[in-house]
């Protein structure tokens, strides 16, 4: 089973700060990587696949980055609709999720 | 606009299977992986399987003896079925939508206890 790392686990930014997460893999997934997000109460919503792919809906200022095993999200500005969850899957295997980081208000 | 809604009980006896169901609407079941995730505050968020419109499936290693899906695409609907229920199986179950194995429609989730 490929194991999926996040880190940190809770991140402290103030709206219109810029957000980095990440995300290392304990083995190659290529480019098969998602991040989602997630509010109380709610499902995950998917945000990025294919490791940079915004999907439909996404803002722009969400962006998915890769080196090796690493995997990066970035909120470049972030909204007070952004305090939430954040997983990374992947599924170059069978599929596995991250514990997830929780991007709190500071 | 595709939606998922999953129905089933809350409640679940120890040793007992669980039965859940998936209603899809919006779109058409004939295409795309369909497929149950859940989470538990324990354990994260878990990948139990998914079942094409065929009916063909592929089950997560680690569940595969209790799993059983299946698809009705008359009902545009699709099923699990989780046996032998521990504590441990208490979680919320999703259904969602795989394109590629990354999921772009999810229901509401359900949260079922196993409890005596």
Known sequence: EIVMTQSPATLSVSPGERATLSCRASQSVSSNLAWYQQKPGQAPRLLIYGASIRAPGTPGRFSGSESGTDFTLTISSLQSEDFAVYYCQQYTNWPTFGGGTKVETK | ?116
């Open chain 2, 1 to 116: 606009q595709v939606q998922l809604q999953e129905s089933g009980p809350g409640l679940v006896k120890p040793s007992e299977t669980l039965s859940l169901t998936c209603t899809v609407s919006g779109g058409s079941i004939s295409s795309y992986h369909w497929t149950w995730i859940r989470q538990s505050p324990g354990k994260g968020l878990e990948w139990i399987g998914y079942i094409y419109h065929s009916g063909s499936t592929n089950y997560n290693p680690s569940l595969k003896s209790r799993v059983t899906m299946s698809v009705d695409t008359s009902k545009n609907q699709f099923s699990l079925k989780l046996s032998s229920l521990t504590a441990a199986d208490t979680a919320v179950y999703f259904c969602a939508r795989a394109v590629y194995y990354h999921l772009d429609y999810w229901g509401q989730g359900t949260l079922v206890t196993v409890s005596s």
